[in-house]
């Protein structure tokens, strides 16, 4: 399931330390390709010069993304506001909160069931609003 990364911010800084950060926690590096690649803003918008791409595979959750999203920030509190996205889902997220980690496990999860088809019936994703 492809993930992409970004930071809400003209300098590229804060994206090459989060980027450097996902690469070195074994967590996620151990079930996830990390890599950087240049961003495609939509026609006439300016955005991030590059985002972090992550491809995860069989072992990844979506809580090692969270966690150590949450480290990375713990260590980082000033930094910009980070936004991931899965398919045509995106959060915001600019806290290492409990709500905040929450969240990024419910988009993951939400996303990657969809993509599996293994979503519970009836259950109402938290990401769009939509009742499977």
Request: charged residues 25%; aromatic residues 4%.
């Amino acid at each position: 399931m492809p993930v992409c990364i970004d930071v809400v911010v003209g300098d590229d800084e804060p994206l090459r330390d989060l980027f450097r950060w996902l690469r070195e926690d074994l967590d996620v590096a151990n079930y996830a390709a990390v890599t950087l690649a240049p961003s495609v803003p939509a026609d006439g918008a300016m955005g991030a010069v590059e985002i972090i791409n992550l491809v995860v595979g069989q072992g990844f959750t979506a809580l090692n993304l969270a966690l150590s999203y949450a480290s990375w920030r713990a260590a980082r509190p000033d930094a910009p506001t980070v936004v991931i996205r899965v398919g045509d889902a995106s959060l915001a997220v600019a806290d290492d909160s409990a709500e905040t980690l929450r969240a990024i496990v419910t988009l993951l999860e939400d996303r990657s069931s969809r993509r599996t088809g293994t979503e519970t019936p009836g259950r109402q994703s938290r990401t769009t609003g939509e009742t499977a």
